[in-house]
Every structure is written in C-alpha cells, then in structure tokens.
C-alpha cells in the first residue's frame, strides 16, 4: 500500500513561485513513477507532470513546460513541483499520484494511487 499527501499549496501572484511536495509512504516507492496532475473548479482532472521511477526521465503537459519542474529523492520519498512563473490559469488542485508503469504517464488512468492534493490559487 502507498499512501500520497502533498503540501506546499498556498496563494500567490501571478509571476511568483511556489514548490509543492508529495510524501510518500510504502517501501516500494523507487519502483513507481510519480506524477502531478490538477484540477481547476469545473474542468476534467489534467496531467501536469511525471517522472520515471529513476528520476531520470521527466515529462510536462505543454502549457507548464519550461516553468515547472518535477523531481524526486527516492532516499527521501519525496516528489516535487517547483512552479514559477505562475499565472492565474494555473490555478487549481493539484494532486500528486504513483503509477506501476515505472516509465510513467500522461494518464490519470495509469496511476494507481493519488494523495487528498493541495490548493493552489494564483491571482492576477
């Protein structure tokens, strides 16, 4: 069993930064890839990023790309988001999740486990 709890959430202006966290429990968490998805009030539950379970393949959804950046210490059990940059679009839930496809995925459907994810609200 996995268990997610992400923290990091919080508000801030557009043009800021802020760095989400993702702690994980189980033994096996070097064996899953990790991801973060997220989800803005009324719209489907969209994949942001994901790591493979080496942590040295990472993949982003186009609209973060080159100012979101996800990373993970397995030593640790830790997955991070560092946002920056942000915008008011950018605002939503955001949830992190662990996936057995080692390699990971853009598909919420191939994740096995999520966390209660945390806000995060950008203001203009």
């Known amino acids: 069993q996995v268990q997610l709890v992400e923290s990091g959430g919080g508000l801030v202006q557009a043009g800021g930064s802020l760095r989400l966290s993702c702690a994980v429990s189980g033994r096996t968490f070097s064996n899953y890839a990790m991801g973060w998805f997220r989800q803005a009030p009324g719209k489907d539950r969209e994949f942001v990023a994901h790591i493979r379970w080496s942590g040295g393949r990472t993949y982003y959804a186009d609209p973060v790309k080159g100012r979101f950046t996800i990373s993970r210490d397995n030593a640790e059990k830790k997955v991070y988001l560092r946002m920056n940059s942000l915008k008011p679009e950018d605002t939503a839930v955001y949830y992190c999740?662990?996936?057995?496809?080692?390699?990971?995925?853009?598909?919420?459907?191939?994740?096995?486990?999520w966390g209660q994810g945390t806000q995060v609200t950008v203001s203009s």
């Open positions: 999740a662990a996936s057995r496809r080692m390699s990971g995925s853009t598909s919420a459907d191939d994740y096995d486990y």
